[in-house]
């Protein structure tokens, strides 16, 4: 399958978020244009943009459809790809209300906009044109001790943030089957890297850990999740909009599955080389089991996809030395702790 080398000029909703904005710095770095619409909610990071005066951003919400439609037609935009979602499980328990708005209609919204832009389209350009849904690995549900998730996995959704991305992708699939919309819809499993919001298990640990605080773990830790370096993530898409089909989904896996306890010891690990606490104890020693979450998944992992067969997608990045540049990166986000800074 050829892949097209012709430059995009993209609309990347959520590009102030974690995944959207490494996805933006690389997008630009291949020669795309790149405007960003995002609505600055909590989770938004300016600084993971900052300096990247070539990236056009505009702050907005996805819901707004007359504002969508106006980027469109101002920047000639050929590409749509939407990160823009409330995405944080145990938020979406507590208050689901925000999570069926963004994560549906804002969809919805998109969608709608997309669809009467490119009708004014020629065939050749609604023929280049792609809308990029990003998905997730939960909205197949939760797995048992073996198999995995690929592109032909039904859909199972076991959360109200699940149910939410399981609903737009529907919407999105119907969007191309009934009108012609030119879409793709992605999944990958859990991202990690820089610049992830603190809300996130990764970040949260290693903050709670250097706090001196309590490192909880939800039920006894065995829950498994496959990891993806966000920068592979990143890398699936542009092959995903390079090559892929219009109407295809592709799943993007790590190969990196760990369980929850496992991980925290190895974070932790990794915490006691570089600043060892000042009592010269493990960070280990503040894992806390906590009552576990609502409904929660017990293994998501993803193997043997369409996107490793037709796209060539295959992760880069080693496990260990990702979470080690992870780990470094929020060590010197404001500065690393010296041991006698650390709490305990």
């Known amino acids: 399958m050829p892949a097209s080398t012709s430059k995009r000029s993209m609309l990347v909703t959520g590009g102030y978020g974690f995944i959207g904005s490494a996805f933006a710095k690389r997008a630009t770095s291949a020669g795309h244009r790149v405007v960003v619409l995002d609505a600055m909610t909590y989770a938004a990071n300016p600084q993971s943009l900052q300096g990247l005066q070539e990236i056009t951003v505009v702050r907005?919400?996805?819901?707004?459809?007359?504002?969508?439609?106006?980027?469109?037609v101002e920047h000639e935009i050929d590409t749509v790809v939407n990160f823009a979602a409330e995405s944080h499980v145990d938020r979406s328990i507590a208050d689901p209300g925000e999570f069926m708005q963004t994560n549906i209609l804002g969809v919805y919204s998109l969608l709608r906009a997309s669809t009467a832009y490119v009708a004014t389209k020629t065939?050749?350009?609604l023929a280049h044109f792609r809308f990029v849904q990003i998905s997730t690995d939960e909205v197949f549900g939760s797995l048992g001790d073996e198999g995995h998730f690929n592109e032909t996995s039904p859909y199972d959704p076991r959360s109200?943030?699940?149910?939410?991305?399981?609903?737009?992708?529907?919407?999105?699939s119907a969007w191309h089957?009934?009108?012609?919309?030119?879409?793709?819809?992605?999944?990958?499993?859990?991202?990690f890297g820089p610049y992830q919001y603190p809300e996130k298990f990764i970040p949260h640990l290693i903050q709670c850990a250097l706090r001196g605080e309590a490192i909880p773990i939800y039920g006894d830790g065995s829950n498994v999740r496959d990891w993806i370096y966000v920068e592979?993530?990143?890398?699936?898409i542009l092959l995903a909009l390079d090559r892929g089909l219009p109407g295809a989904r592709y799943a993007f896996g790590g190969g990196n599955e760990r369980?929850?306890?496992?991980?925290?010891?190895?974070?932790?690990?990794?915490?006691?080389?570089?600043?060892?606490?000042?009592?010269?104890?493990?960070?280990?020693?503040q894992i806390t089991f906590v009552i576990d979450r609502l409904g929660h998944d017990y293994r998501y992992?993803?193997?043997?996809?369409?996107?490793?067969?037709e796209l060539g997608y295959r992760p880069a990045h080693p496990f260990t030395e990702a979470l080690r540049t992870t780990v470094e990166w929020y060590l010197n986000r404001n500065g690393t702790p010296t041991s006698a800074e650390v709490q305990r």
């Open 60 to 72: 907005g919400n996805i819901t707004n459809t007359e504002l969508v439609s106006s980027l469109l």
């Open 123 to 125: 065939a050749a350009e």
């Open 160 to 172: 109200p943030y699940s149910a939410s991305k399981a609903a737009a992708d529907q919407i999105v």
């Open 177 to 191: 089957h009934t009108y012609g919309l030119p879409t793709i819809t992605t999944y990958c499993t859990n991202n």
């Open 232 to 236: 592979d993530h990143v890398s699936g």
């Open 259 to 285: 369980t929850n306890l496992a991980l925290a010891h190895e974070i932790c690990a990794m915490l006691n080389e570089r600043v060892p606490r000042r009592d010269g104890g493990s960070y280990a020693a």
């Open 301 to 309: 992992a993803i193997r043997e996809t369409r996107a490793e067969r």
